[in-house]
């Protein structure tokens, strides 16, 4: 860049700029400027550059306007969703109470009604049946039990015992090959009333005498099922729902089926439930 002292051509006096006009202090003579192609060339690169440096402040501009009306945007959606959640809740609520206050309202008597006509039990006859279902649960004693008690159970122990089996048989592999064994006889081995147990529950248990035979050889084992929820009727006998359940068995089990010793089976279906146990007599 050149430093250029505008002198007058005509008197030497200084000239001064008014626009696109150049003027002399001293003699007033006008002149114009004759731009070339290369002044005309610069002028227009200061102009882009003027104009980009707009154009990015003004897009600038415009995407941080975008970006607030977008978040505001989000913020109203999430506004109007709360909103709408709130209400199918609160609905949801008003629903519940409206079925509850109906429920109640229309059982009760639905229940009295058919009570009436002798298609339910009345709420008092429930209320005896279970006083009287559940009578001294707690002192259950030899007395209670009768030989058909007695007899239901080890029935229902042995066909459970039965069918299990039945459905799967015991497999064990031994000398390379698999060994199926087919249970074939099942017999009543003993019977124990186990009061005041650790769980709280009065139980009797009901041990049974296994034969297993396969082609390989015929092996004799001990398994055991208990019986619990026993209750007393109004006439002091046991009541049982004879439902025959096994405790989990150890690993000293003969592949997890019964007992080759009879006095583990002992120990671990009447012994480990603590108590008061009585060898129950037939």
Known sequence: MQLVNLKCPSCGG?????????????????FAVNYDEADVE??????????????????????????????????????RESVRKAGREFRAKIYGLIFLIIFFSIG??????????????????IIAESQASYKDVYAISMDNFTDDVIDN?????????????????VKEFKGGETIEYILSEVEYDSAYLITGASEGKNRVVVILKLKYTSDAEEKETYDAFFFENLKLSENDTIVSDYNPKNISRSDLAWRRDSYENRDQCYRENVLAFGGTVTEIKK
């Open 14 to 30: 200084d000239i001064e700029r008014d626009g696109d006009k150049y003027f002399c202090k001293s003699c007033g003579a006008a």
């Open 42 to 79: 610069h002028e227009k690169l200061q102009n882009y550059d003027e104009i980009s440096r707009i154009e990015h402040e003004h897009e600038k501009e415009m995407e941080e306007l975008r970006f607030k009306q977008n978040e505001k945007a989000r913020r109203a959606a999430e506004r």
């Open 153 to 169: 159970m080890i029935d229902a122990a042995i066909q459970k015992k039965k069918k299990d089996r039945d459905e799967n048989p």
């Open 108 to 125: 009760p008597l639905c229940w009295w009604f058919m009570a009436k006509q002798g298609l339910m039990p009345s709420f008092q006859d």
